[in-house]
């Protein structure tokens, strides 16, 4: 990797963290303020949540696939509504924790997120990038997509659902790894600094999910 490249990223990874940190503050407002809220709750019904995730795969679809063609502008409006419908989907979940739980949560995605940036950070500076994980997290997402589908249609026992969480957690957290070093190394064609920080939401938000579920008795 070209180090004045590494340095280069500088002000786009600043710009990236500045969204990431209003995705995450845009969200917590909306768990805050859907709790104990009725109409919030009409929006966790099937109909309503299939729309939403729906919506929410078409936005991600279109950022990537329409690049070239939406601009920053474009893509900084669509970060948007993928940010407020993941939300709102956040909210049906976190709605039936205590808020121990949640800051429990968000304090071990706190420490994973950390332990993974400091990891890309250090591997970037020593001129290692990890696209060697593309293939590998793309399978690992596949088998665990198969694998929800599976328990959905045949309910398993408690372990092997924590297991299946577990996984997620793997998955994901690995996924902060090689999202944020992609940042960093790649310079044929390098995410956009929306696009970074749509990746970065997802697997933050994936995570906490995950997290959240695991420690439900």
């Not at 198969?146 to 249609?153: A, D, E, H, K, P």
């Amino acid at each position: 990797m070209n180090q004045n490249h590494f340095r280069a990223r500088g002000p786009a990874l600043t710009q990236m963290y500045a969204l990431l940190t209003a995705q995450i503050a845009t969200a917590a407002f909306i768990v805050k303020r859907s709790k104990n809220s009725e109409q919030y709750k009409k929006l966790c019904k099937p109909a309503p949540f299939i729309l939403n995730s729906l919506l929410v795969l078409i936005a991600i679809v279109t950022m990537y696939a329409m690049r070239k063609f939406l601009g920053v502008g474009g893509q900084l409006a669509l970060l948007a509504v993928v940010t407020v419908l993941i939300a709102l989907q956040l909210q049906c979940l976190t709605n039936k924790f205590s808020e121990e739980a949640i800051i429990h949560a968000m304090v071990t995605v706190g420490q994973v997120f950390l332990a993974m940036t400091i990891t890309a950070f250090a591997l970037a500076a020593m001129g290692i990038d990890t696209s060697f994980l593309a293939l590998a997290l793309l399978f690992g997402f596949l088998l665990l997509v198969l694998w929800g589908i599976v328990l959905m249609v045949w309910p398993a026992s408690r372990k092997l659902w924590t297991s299946y969480l577990v996984v997620g957690c793997v998955l994901f957290s690995a996924s902060i790894l090689f999202n944020t070093n992609d940042f960093l190394t790649n310079t044929e064609d390098p995410p956009t600094v929306p696009e970074a920080a749509m990746n970065m939401y997802i697997d933050l938000i994936a995570l906490f999910q995950r997290v959240l579920l695991i420690q439900d008795k």
